[in-house]
């Protein structure tokens, strides 16, 4: 197992071998714990890579889509 990572969207703990989503930008990869997280960094990357953005799952910066929600 890798080094756990933090998913800049949601600040979850996230294996890089297993991330279900990954990105590129500006030559470093990010992980992702889900497709929605991904969608909503590669929308606005600059808000999400910002000092001041501070990840909140149970707050108002949710990403589009959960991962739950890709099954139904």
């Known amino acids: 197992m890798a080094e ?3 998913d800049v969207v949601c600040g979850m703990d996230v294996d890089p071998e ?5 990105t590129e930008h500006e030559g470093k990869t ?3 714990c889900a497709p929605g ?3 909503d960094f590669d929308g ?3 808000k999400y890579l910002s000092p001041d953005y501070v990840p909140d799952a149970m707050g ?3 990403p589009a889509k ?3 929600e890709f099954w139904k």
């Open 30 to 32: 990010y992980y992702f």
């Open 60 to 62: 108002e910066e949710q």
């Open 37 to 39: 997280c991904k969608t």
């Open 66 to 68: 959960r991962w739950w």
């Open 18 to 22: 297993s991330a279900p989503a990954q």
């Open 4 to 6: 756990m990572v933090k």
């Open 44 to 46: 606005n990357p600059q």
